[in-house]
């Protein structure tokens, strides 16, 4: 990802109140003018991102929202797994993620944050 698009949604998700470097999932937009769709799992809720890069006259443009945990959608996650291969699939705020093999482990890792700060362990591990 070129720097000029990095900084444009670094900046959305600082307005957003995301500091420091937080867990994060990239994955490329599902809207024919959104090339980049940023997750990002803060204390508050997930940051969702999107960054359009093909603005004309402008340069990459962001734009983004504060989901609260309580009303984060998440859906299952899925595995199927044949000959040493396998395929993780699951759906968060209306997109699909879909991994083969080390990209399917990341998919899942993401996924088991996002089920633990839905279901409060953020707060929990962070009173201990």
């Known amino acids: ?3 000029k698009v ?13 500091s420091g470097d937080p867990p994060a999932f ?5 809207q024919p003018d959104v090339r ?3 997750l990002a799992a803060t204390d508050a809720g997930m940051a969702v ?3 359009r890069v093909n603005v004309p006259q402008e340069g990459p ?6 989901v609260r945990w309580s009303r ?3 859906g299952e996650l ?3 797994a044949h000959h040493g291969r396998h395929q993780v699939t699951a759906q968060l705020e209306g997109q699909v993620l879909i991994g083969l093999d080390e990209e399917g482990d990341r998919i899942a890792e993401w996924m088991a944050e996002v089920y633990r700060r839905i279901d409060g362990g953020a707060e929990r591990s962070q009173s201990s």
Do not use: C, K
């Not at 990095?6 to 995301?18: I, K, N, P, Y």
């Not at 443009?61 to 504060?66: H, K, T």
């Open 1 to 3: 990802m070129p720097p």
């Open 49 to 51: 991102v999107g960054v």
């Open 36 to 38: 980049y769709q940023v």
């Open 72 to 74: 984060v959608q998440a």
């Open 26 to 30: 990239v994955m490329w937009g599902d």
């Open 78 to 80: 899925t595995v199927e």
């Open 6 to 18: 990095a900084a444009t949604f670094e900046s959305a998700l600082h307005s957003l109140g995301v």
């Open 61 to 66: 443009r962001a734009s983004g929202r504060l």
